[in-house]
Nanobody, 120 residues
């Protein structure tokens, strides 16, 4: 099985920056795409950003121009670079990957979640 290990969450002031990391470990035919979701208190979980192995990206409107999602295919690692953070970015962030095991149907893998708090 593929496991996702997240790191990088914490407390940051408005206007500050954080970088989240998510490393996928295990053997699979493909791990594609990878991305980040978040869930704030009282809100639905939403897609923040995703990236394919070919470099195609997708961002939520609320984070465009502020967040980027680099990916290192060789290390099976995806990052979420968060700049100009706002209080409304406060949420639990979850790494996600679509995993195609060898000879098996594709499944979604999820990280355990990391809390990002944006507050003065």
């Amino acid at each position: 099985q593929v496991h996702l290990v997240e790191s990088g969450g914490g407390l940051v002031k408005p206007g500050g920056s954080l970088r989240l990391s998510c490393a996928a470990s295990g053997v699979a035919f493909s791990i594609d795409p990878m991305g980040w979701y978040r869930q704030a208190p009282g809100k639905q979980r939403e897609l923040v950003a995703s990236i394919t192995s070919g470099g195609s990206t997708n961002y939520a409107d609320s984070v465009k121009a502020r967040f980027t999602i680099p990916r290192d295919n060789a290390k099976s690692t995806v990052y979420l670079q968060m700049n100009n953070l706002k209080p409304e970015d406060t949420a639990v962030y979850y790494c996600n990957a679509r995993v195609q095991p060898i000879g098996r149907s594709a499944v979604d893998a999820w990280g355990q979640g990391t809390l990002v708090t944006v507050s003065s």
